[in-house]
C-alpha cells in the first residue's frame, strides 16, 4: 500500500484508439489524471465520451486485436502497460477490481454466488474452500445481502437487480484491491435501489480508504458522492475539478450545458429545458480545434482550429481546456457575440441545429 | 395502496381516455402461477393534458401503457377511446381504430425495422391504412382467412381434447365393429338375429363410424403423438387429464389407427398413378396461376406464368422419369420458366411499391421536416445510421403520420443520453401544440415526469398509490412510496447529503404480492390495518388523491 | 461513429430493460441493434477466402455438367462399355477410371450428380417453404398455436428416416416410377422440423423487438407482420443454413441409394456406385472412391461455403 501522500493511480497521456473499416478510432484522446488514496474520482460523460473505454484502459481490458493503447498508466507505482499477461491477471482482483453496469451480464448464471465470490480468494490468496466460504458469507453480509448463510448457494437468476450488484460488489472487493472502478454501477438498476448501492460503495470506500473511480452519465449521482470530478467529452477531459468547486463555478460550456439540460426535480412542471443540439463528433474524422466548439454556444472562430490550452480556475485543482470560458470576461464577450452575429437567438440558445 | 378505487377519474365532456379497473395478469410457467403485474388500474385522459405515469420497474406502468394500446387487451376492466370501448372490439374494428391511438417506444433503434429504409418505415402507417380503405391484393385476403380458419380450427380441435380422444377410441371401437359386421363376421353366431340386426345395425353403426371417424382420426393422431411427445407438454395442450386415462386412450386410439391405416393403404394401393399426378400438376398450375394474378392484376403476365408454370411443375414430377435430351430439355426450360416468373414477379412488386412510394412522399418528407430530420440524406437511410436521438425522432414521426389524437410514450427518453433527452422532450412538446396531442408519458424519471406532466400517477406493484399535479406531488408528497421515490433521486447539488435515503427492502414479487397494501413491507408507516386491508383511493386534499390508510397528508382514512 | 465507441465500450442501458446473459465484459442495450450495428455498420469486412471460391467453382462446374451433361461431347453415354477396358484405373480418355461393366465413372459421376442434385435442390427448397412457414407461424403466434406445431413437428422428429422412406416407397412407389418425388416428399418431411423449430427460435427473437409492437399498434395484419417484418430480418441466416441442409440431404440420398432404394438403374446414382464397387475393394478401389470423393467433395464444397456465408451474416458480440 501506497504512503497517503502519494497518487494511487497515475494516467499520463493515454490514447486508445480502434482499428474501424473507416480508419483508427480515437475513443481516449491523450488523457491525464492521477488519484490519491482516499480519493473519490467521478467521471462523467454520455455515449462516446471515451469513459468506459478510459476505465478499462486503464484496466487493460481491451481487446487485443484491432485496438491500440499507449500512455502511462502506473498502478501503486507499478507500470501497468508493461506488464506481462500473466502478471497482469495476477493484478486482477488484489490490485484493482471492477464494477460493471449490467449485473446480470457480470456473474456466471450457472455458478452458486458463493463460489464467485471466493473465487478470486482461492486464485490470488489461495485460500482453501472452507475458509473462503467462511469469508464469502462475511463479505455478502457486509455488503448488506441479508442471511448470506442461506443465500450463498443461491444462483444469480433468483436475486433481484439490487443484490446482484451486490454481489458484483462483493466480488470485487474480495481481494482488497487497492483501487475500485466502477462503471455505470447503478444505470440499470431502479433509483431506490440506486440510492442503496451508491451508499454501499461510498461506505466500502471511506472504510477502507480505497479509491474509487466513479463513471457516470449522472451529474446528480457524483455530486454528494465523490471528490472530485473529471468531464468527458469525445475523448478528451473538458474540465475537472473538485466536486463542490465545479458545481460552484462551471468554467466549459459543455458542463454547463450538460447540467442545463437535465431536468431538475425542484424546477416547477414544464420548464423548458436547455439542449445541446446535435451530436457528439465523428472520431473516425474529428474536427479540428475543440470538439465540442460545433455544439457550443460560446464557441468563436478561433476554436474551431487550434485545440484550447489547460487552463487553472481560481481553486488550484480546478482545470478546464477552453477559449471561452462560462462566467469569465471573454466568456461572457463571446457570447455576446454569438447572439449579435445570429448564431444564438435571443435567448442565448443555438440557431440551426437540430 | 391503492387499487380498488375510481375516485381521481374525473367526470368531464373532453375526456379522451377511460381506464377503468384494468387488470393485466399473465400466467407463467406450468404451474399455474400468474403475475399481477396490473391490478386494478385507472386512469383518465383529458384532452390537451400530459398524464404522467411514473414508477419503478415492476410497477406495471409499461404493461399498462401496451394493455391500454390492446397489445395485448387487458385480462379485464374498460379502456374507452373516445367513447368507443376498445376492449371488447373485434379486430377489424380495432384495427380501425389504430390511427387515433399511437405509441412509442423505449429503444429507438429497436423500435424501426432494421432492414428497411426510412421512407418505408415512415410511410407505412399510410400503406396499411390505404390498403384497408382501398382493398388488398385477393391472394392476401385469402391467407388471412385461411390463416383465420386455421387459427379458429386449431381452437375447437384442442379445447375439447381431453374429451374427444375417448369418444375418439369409443369411435375406433364402433367403426371396427362396423367393418367387422359388413364383412359378416358374426352372421353364423347370430341366428335369427341376423337380419334385425344387420337391418337396424348396421345403418346405426355405419352412421355412427361416419360421424365418428372424423373425431376418431384427430383422437387418434393426438394419442399417438402423446405417445411421443413428453406429457405435460400434452397436457399443456390438450387441457387436464389424468396420465392413466391419456395413456389408456393413447394405446387404444393407436391400435385402431394402425387399422385404419392399413385399410387406407389397402384400399388406394391400386390406383394408377396418372389421375394423381394430374390431379397435382393441375392444382399446382392453378395455385400459382392465382397466386400471380392477385399479386399483380396484370392478366398478361398471368397467362404467360401459368403456361409457362406448367412446364415447371411438370419438371419436378417428370424429371426421373426422363433420359438425355428430353430431359435436358426440360431442365433447360423450367429454369428459363423459374427465373422468368420470379422476374416478372419481382418487377410487379416493385412496381406496386414505387407506386407508393410516390404517393406518400410528400407528406413523409413534410413529417420528417418536423421532427427535424433533414429528409434529402435520410429517406434512403437505414435505422442504424442513425443515433439514438434521431431513432426516437423518426419514431415520433411515424407515430404522428397518421394524425393521432393521443400517443403513449413509453419510457421514450430512458436509453438516451443526457443531452439528447432534452431534445426529445422538447420536440413532445412541441408536437403536442402544434398537432393538439394528448400525451399519456411513462417513465421512471420523477423529474424528467414532473417536467412533461400535467398530471402525475404513482404507480407501485400493478397498483395506483398517488395522482396529482407535478408540483404538489413533489412539494409535499401524500403517499410513502412517492416519498421515498424523491428522496432516492440524486441532486446535482454536492452540498446536500447524498445519503439519508430512507430506501429500504426490495420489491416484492408480483406473483405473491403482499396482502392488504402492496408497498407495507417497505413502508415505515405500515400498521396492522395495512396487513388486513386494502387502501382505496381517495381525495385528501384539492385535487390529490391517494391510496393509503395514513397517508403524509389529509386524514386517516376512515 | 458514437455507436462504435457505445459497441465497444458499452453503452448505457435502462432499468426497465430486460436482462441479457452475454460475456462477463459486454453491456448492450439490445442485442438486435448489436446484431445491426455489427453486421451493417461496423463490419470488419472479412475476406470470403480462397476456398470459398474454389468451393463455389467446384459446385458451378458441377451443377453445369450435371444440367448439360447429355449434350456435353466430352461425356459418353452412361451406360456405354468398353468391356476391354474393364475395372481400369484413370487414365486419359477416362478419367476417373471404368467400373466392373467397363463403364466410364466420370461420366456415370456426372450423371448420378443429376439426382442429387435434383433431389438435394428441390427437397431443400420446399423443406425450407414449409419449415419457414410452420416456425414463422409458431414463433409469431407462440401459446397454444405454437404448442401444437411444436408438438406435431418433435413428433416427426421422431420417425426414423430410413423406415418412413422404405414404408412409403412400399406403399406409393412399388414400380419405382416416381421415386425422385418420394424421395423428396421423405426428406421435406424429415426436414421441415429442424428448419422450423430454427425458423421458430429466430422468430421468437425478432418478434420481441419492438419494430414489431409498432407494426401492431399500426393496424398491421399479423400476415403482413409476419412476411413483410419479421421474414426479412430471420432470412440471412436461413440462406447459409440452407446450404448446410442441402449437404445433407446429398448424403441421405447417397445413403439411401448405396441401399438400392433410389431411383434404379440403368439411371446412375453416387450411392449405387458405392455399393456396386464394395465387392472389388481391394483390388480396384477406384471403382467406389471415385463416386465417394465425389460426394465428399460436393458436401464438403457446400458445407464450407455455408459455413463462411453463416459467418457473414451471424451477430458478432465484440467483447471489451
Redesign the interface.
Known amino acids: 500500500m501506497s504512503s497517503r501522500k502519494e497518487p494511487v493511480l497515475v494516467v499520463e497521456n493515454l490514447t486508445t484508439e480502434?482499428?474501424?473499416?473507416?480508419g483508427p478510432?480515437k475513443?481516449v484522446d491523450n488523457i491525464s489524471f492521477s488519484l490519491k488514496q482516499g480519493q473519490a474520482l467521478g467521471v462523467v460523460g454520455?455515449?462516446?465520451s471515451?469513459?468506459?473505454?478510459t476505465a478499462?484502459s486503464v484496466m487493460r481490458?481491451?481487446?487485443k486485436s484491432?485496438v491500440v493503447s499507449h500512455g502511462g498508466v502506473i498502478i501503486d507505482g507499478i507500470d501497468v502497460m508493461s506488464l506481462s499477461p500473466k502478471a497482469l491477471r495476477a493484478m486482477w482482483g488484489p490490485q484493482i477490481a471492477m464494477v460493471?453496469?449490467?449485473?446480470?451480464?457480470?456473474?456466471?448464471?450457472v455458478m452458486k454466488i458463493g463460489d464467485q465470490v471466493s473465487e478470486g480468494m482461492r486464485i490470488h490468496q489461495g485460500m482453501n474452500k472452507r475458509n473462503a466460504r467462511a469469508v464469502s458469507i462475511e463479505l455478502l453480509r457486509s455488503v448488506g445481502i441479508p442471511s448470506p448463510e442461506a443465500r450463498v448457494d443461491d444462483y444469480p437468476h433468483q436475486l433481484?437487480?439490487?443484490?446482484r450488484q451486490r454481489v458484483v460488489i462483493a466480488i470485487a472487493l474480495s481481494c482488497n484491491p487497492n483501487l475500485l472502478i466502477a462503471?455505470?454501477p447503478t444505470?440499470?438498476?431502479?433509483?431506490?435501489?440506486?440510492?442503496?448501492i451508491?451508499?454501499l460503495l461510498?461506505d466500502q470506500q471511506r472504510g477502507g480508504l480505497m479509491p474509487l473511480i466513479l463513471i457516470t452519465?449522472?451529474?446528480?449521482?457524483v455530486?454528494?458522492?465523490t471528490d472530485e470530478v473529471m468531464v468527458m467529452y469525445a475523448g478528451r477531459i473538458m474540465e475537472r475539478a473538485a466536486?463542490?468547486t465545479?458545481?460552484a463555478v462551471m468554467r466549459h460550456p459543455y458542463t454547463e450545458?450538460?447540467?442545463r439540460?437535465?431536468?431538475?426535480?425542484?424546477?416547477?412542471?414544464?420548464?423548458?429545458?436547455?439542449?445541446?443540439?446535435g451530436?457528439?463528433?465523428?472520431?473516425?474524422n474529428p474536427p479540428q480545434g475543440c470538439k465540442f466548439a460545433e455544439r457550443c454556444r460560446y464557441a468563436r472562430p478561433e476554436c474551431r482550429e487550434e485545440e484550447p490550452p489547460l487552463r487553472i480556475g481560481i481553486d488550484p485543482s480546478h482545470e478546464f481546456r477552453c477559449f471561452f470560458p462560462v462566467g469569465t470576461k471573454e466568456g461572457e464577450a463571446a457570447l455576446q457575440a454569438n447572439i449579435e452575429e445570429g448564431r444564438l437567438d435571443e435567448d442565448g440558445e443555438l440557431v440551426g441545429i437540430? | 395502496m391503492a387499487g380498488s378505487g375510481t375516485a381521481h377519474l374525473r367526470d368531464s365532456d373532453k375526456t379522451l381516455l377511460r381506464v377503468e379497473n384494468m387488470v393485466v395478469e399473465f400466467p407463467i410457467g406450468q404451474t399455474g402461477d400468474v403475475v399481477h403485474a396490473v391490478s386494478d388500474v385507472s386512469l383518465d385522459l383529458i384532452e390537451g393534458e400530459t398524464l404522467g405515469l411514473v414508477g419503478e420497474s415492476g410497477c406495471g406502468k409499461s404493461t399498462t401503457g401496451k394493455a391500454i394500446m390492446q397489445v395485448p387487451s387487458p385480462t379485464s376492466g374498460s379502456v374507452v377511446l373516445d367513447n368507443t370501448e376498445l376492449t371488447t372490439l373485434d379486430p377489424e374494428t380495432l384495427r380501425r381504430t389504430r390511427p387515433v391511438l399511437q405509441m412509442i417506444f423505449q429503444d429507438p433503434i429497436s423500435a424501426l425495422n432494421p432492414r428497411r429504409p426510412v421512407r418505408d418505415i415512415i410511410a407505412e402507417p399510410l400503406w396499411i391504412w390505404w390498403e384497408e380503405q382501398e382493398g388488398r391484393p385477393a391472394i392476401s385476403v385469402a391467407l388471412d382467412r385461411l390463416g383465420v380458419f386455421c387459427r379458429k380450427a386449431a381452437t375447437i380441435l384442442t379445447k375439447p381434447l381431453k374429451y374427444v380422444i375417448p369418444f375418439g377410441a369409443l369411435a375406433m371401437v364402433l367403426w371396427v365393429i362396423s367393418e367387422a359386421a359388413e364383412e359378416r363376421r358374426f352372421e353364423d353366431q347370430l341366428g335369427w338375429l341376423d337380419v334385425p340386426a344387420r337391418i337396424v345395425g348396421f345403418p346405426v353403426l355405419a352412421i355412427l363410424g361416419a360421424v365418428a371417424a372424423p373425431l376418431a382420426l384427430l383422437g387418434a393422431t393426438w394419442a399417438l403423438l402423446a405417445l411421443f411427445v413428453p406429457f405435460g407438454v400434452m397436457s399443456r395442450v390438450l387441457g387436464k387429464m389424468s396420465r392413466s386415462l391419456g395413456v389408456f386412450a393413447a394405446v387404444l386410439t393407436a391400435l385402431a389407427w394402425a387399422f385404419l391405416v392399413w385399410r387406407t393403404w389397402n384400399s388406394i394401393a391400386g390406383w394408377p398413378a396418372w389421375p394423381v399426378r394430374a390431379a397435382a400438376i393441375i392444382f399446382t398450375v392453378m395455385a400459382i396461376a392465382l397466386l400471380i394474378q392477385s399479386l399483380t392484376k396484370n392478366v398478361a403476365a398471368t397467362s404467360v406464368a401459368a403456361a409457362l408454370a406448367t412446364l415447371a411443375a411438370v419438371e419436378v414430377f417428370y424429371i426421373s422419369g426422363l433420359d438425355g435430351v428430353p430431359k435436358l430439355i426440360m431442365l433447360g426450360g423450367s429454369v428459363i420458366v423459374n427465373t422468368a416468373i420470379f422476374t416478372v414477379l419481382r418487377g410487379q412488386l416493385a412496381a406496386r411499391r414505387e407506386a407508393l412510394r410516390a404517393r406518400s412522399e410528400p407528406k413523409v418528407r413534410q413529417m420528417l421536416e418536423t421532427v427535424g430530420i433533414n429528409p434529402e440524406n435520410s429517406l434512403d437511410r437505414k435505422p442504424f445510421e442513425f443515433s439514438g436521438g434521431q431513432a426516437q425522432r423518426l419514431s415520433i414521426a411515424r407515430a404522428l403520420i397518421m394524425d393521432p389524437k393521443v400517443i403513449i410514450c413509453d419510457e421514450p427518453v430512458s436509453a438516451l443520453d443526457v443531452s439528447v433527452q432534452a431534445q426529445i422532450l422538447n420536440l413532445l412538446e412541441e408536437m403536442k401544440v402544434r398537432y393538439g396531442l394528448t400525451l399519456v408519458f411513462i417513465a421512471h424519471d420523477l423529474a424528467v415526469v414532473k417536467n412533461v406532466s400535467d398530471r402525475v400517477a404513482v404507480m407501485y406493484l400493478g397498483k395506483v398509490c398517488e395522482v396529482s399535479d407535478p408540483n404538489s406531488l413533489y412539494e409535499a408528497p401524500a403517499h410513502p412510496y412517492t416519498q421515498m421515490l424523491i428522496a432516492a433521486i440524486p441532486h446535482p447539488d454536492p452540498h446536500l447529503d447524498a445519503r439519508g435515503a430512507e430506501s429500504t427492502g426490495e420489491l416484492p414479487s408480483p406473483i405473491h404480492p403482499p396482502s392488504g397494501c402492496r408497498f407495507r413491507t417497505r413502508c415505515t408507516l405500515a400498521q396492522e390495518r395495512c396487513t388486513n386491508e386494502e387502501p382505496i383511493i381517495r381525495e385528501v386534499a384539492e385535487k390529490r388523491y391517494v391510496a393509503c390508510h395514513f397517508p403524509l397528508i389529509g386524514e386517516v382514512a376512515p | 461513429m458514437a455507436d462504435v465507441i457505445d459497441v465497444m465500450a458499452g453503452s448505457d442501458a435502462d432499468p426497465d430493460e430486460p436482462e441479457h446473459t452475454e460475456g462477463a465484459l459486454v453491456t448492450q442495450s439490445n442485442l438486435g441493434a448489436e446484431q445491426e450495428r455489427q453486421s451493417a455498420g461496423v463490419r470488419t469486412r472479412k475476406r470470403l477466402g480462397l476456398m470459398f471460391w474454389v468451393s463455389v467453382a467446384f459446385l458451378v462446374l458441377l451443377t453445369l455438367g450435371a444440367v448439360l451433361a447429355e449434350v456435353l461431347p466430352f461425356l459418353s453415354e452412361p451406360d456405354q462399355r468398353y468391356p476391354e477396358l474393364r475395372t481400369e484405373g484413370p487414365q486419359w480418355a477416362h478419367p476417373l477410371g471404368l467400373d466392373k461393366s467397363g463403364r466410364d465413372i466420370f461420366t456415370r459421376v456426372i450423371y448420378g450428380a443429376q439426382v442429387s442434385l435434383i433431389i438435394a435442390t428441390v427437397g431443400t427448397i420446399l423443406a425450407f417453404l414449409f419449415g419457414g412457414l410452420v416456425g414463422l407461424t409458431a414463433g409469431y403466434y407462440r401459446g397454444r398455436v405454437d404448442s401444437i406445431i411444436t408438438t406435431v413437428t418433435d413428433a416427426t422428429l421422431v420417425i426414423p428416416g430410413l423406415i418412413l422412406a422404405l414404408s412409403l416407397i412400399l406403399f406409393l412407389d412399388n414400380e419405382a416410377e416416381r421415386r425422385v418425388p418420394i424421395l423428396i416428399l421423405v426428406f421435406v418431411l424429415l426436414s421441415v422440423a429442424p428448419i422450423g423449430r430454427v425458423v421458430r427460435a429466430a422468430t421468437l427473437v425478432w418478434s420481441e423487438r419492438e419494430f414489431v409492437l409498432a407494426a401492431k399498434t399500426m393496424g398491421a395484419r399479423n400476415g403482413r407482420i409476419m412476411f413483410r417484418d419479421i421474414l426479412p430480418n430471420v432470412a440471412p441466416a436461413l440462406i447459409s443454413y440452407s446450404l448446410i441442409i442441402m449437404a445433407n440431404l446429398i448424403v441421405i440420398e447417397g445413403a439411401v441409394s448405396f441401399i438400392g432404394l433410389s431411383v434404379p438403374p440403368p439411371t446412375p446414382t453416387w450411392g449405387d456406385m458405392i455399393n456396386k464397387g464394395r465387392a472389388d475393394l481391394a483390388d480396384h478401389p477406384h471403382i467406389t472412391l471415385m463416386p465417394a470423393m465425389a460426394m465428399f467433395a460436393t458436401v464438403l464444397a457446400l458445407n464450407f461455403v455455408g459455413d463462411k456465408l453463416q459467418e457473414r451474416y451471424e451477430p458478432r458480440e465484440s467483447v471489451l
Open positions: 480502434f482499428a474501424t473499416p473507416g478510432l475513443a454520455e455515449s462516446g471515451g469513459k468506459s473505454v478499462r481490458l481491451l481487446p484491432n460493471f453496469q449490467d449485473p446480470l451480464g457480470s456473474l456466471n448464471p433481484s437487480g439490487g443484490m462503471d455505470e444505470t440499470a438498476l431502479d433509483v431506490t435501489v440506486q440510492a442503496q451508491l451508499d461510498q452519465h449522472d451529474l446528480g449521482v455530486a454528494g458522492r466536486t463542490k465545479l458545481f450545458a450538460l447540467f439540460s437535465i431536468p431538475k426535480i425542484e424546477y416547477p412542471s414544464h420548464t423548458k429545458l436547455a439542449t445541446i443540439p451530436r457528439p463528433p465523428d472520431m473516425v437540430s
